[in-house]
């Protein structure tokens, strides 16, 4: 990959909910048909650490059932007890060398669930921990609360992930709810249809508005895009169907986020995270379209 920075791998617990209609599962893992060819494979515990292993990510994740947001009490309950017994197959794995482990909170809308997972989970000792169940098509409220239903039971001198999450705005919302880490595809989602996110919230860079628009996609970025390019030519690009279009947008929107990041960073290191969540969201306005994308996140 020449990639000089941290690797993170997902054990597949969450293609597994996504790819819904072709696997069936079990007490020890999951069956599922190949999308390729049809052939019936399996993965379980020591499958997913071993393929992660074999990776040598820097971070593994261990394999969890994370059901869907329509998921009924009793099928919450099963899911849970796989993932907390899942997790301690994973926790006794090999493992690459110099390589973390974090375990995955499950529990839907459950508060009660969720507790019980994270204590079980916290209770084994993973290097970092996750909040996953989430951006499986549930409303933001439900998101965030959540959220807010497992951190308090999580050890605050480690790392705490939010898996498939979200927007620019979403993350300050969460940051300021304990959440160190994310992932999301949104940046690049909406760089295919034409958006771009900004300080100010996204802009559909495909619009006439902008066909005689010299401006960089956001004045104060410094990211390849904006150095080179304006929203009149991106539009343009876009518009005749033309890759680098898509590939620019992209460059722009995973800046944007790492910006946001490095901004909170420093804005909790100078003691003022608060000023910067209310100017943050002063000024963010989502787009339908966004909305729409987000809530379509199921296949992050």
């Known amino acids: 990959m020449n990639w000089p920075g941290p690797i993170l791998t997902d054990s597949g617990g969450f293609q597994?909910?996504?790819?819904?209609?072709?696997?069936?599962?079990?007490a020890h893992g999951v069956e599922f048909r190949s999308h390729l060819d049809g052939s019936l494979l399996f993965l379980g515990p020591k499958e997913a650490m071993a393929i992660q292993r074999e990776l040598g990510s820097d971070i593994a994740m261990v394999f969890d059932d994370c059901p869907p947001h329509t998921a009924t009490p009793r099928e919450l309950r099963a899911a849970v007890e796989r993932t907390m017994r899942w997790a301690r197959e994973c926790r006794e794995q090999p493992r690459a060398a110099g390589q973390l482990v974090f375990g995955i909170v499950q529990g839907g809308a459950n508060e009660a669930l969720r507790e019980e997972c994270a204590r079980a989970l916290t209770a084994l000792g993973f290097d970092g921990y996750a909040i996953g169940g989430?951006?499986?098509?549930?409303?933001?409220?439900?998101m965030f609360r959540a959220v807010e239903m497992t951190e308090p039971f999580l050890p605050e001198n480690q790392p705490r992930y939010a898996m498939g999450l979200g927007t620019p705005a979403q993350l300050v919302e969460l940051v300021a709810r304990g959440v160190d880490m994310f992932d999301c595809v949104l940046p690049t989602r909406v760089a295919r249809n034409g958006t771009a996110f900004t300080r100010k919230g996204s802009i559909s860079i495909k619009g006439g508005a902008y066909k005689a628009d010299f401006r960089p996609i956001e004045e104060d970025c410094d990211c390849f895009a904006c150095r080179h390019f304006t929203r009149a030519y991106l539009r343009h690009l876009l518009n005749v169907g033309e890759i680098l279009g898509l590939r620019m947008l992209s460059v722009h929107n995973t800046r944007m986020y790492l910006r946001v990041m490095e901004e909170i960073r420093q804005a909790i290191a100078r003691g003022c995270f608060e000023e910067y969540r209310r100017e943050f969201a002063a000024h963010y306005v989502p787009t339908r379209k966004v909305l729409l994308a987000r809530a379509a996140a199921a296949d992050r």
């Open 16 to 26: 597994v909910f996504s790819l819904a209609t072709i696997r069936k599962i079990h």
């Open 134 to 142: 989430v951006s499986v098509g549930e409303p933001e409220p439900e």
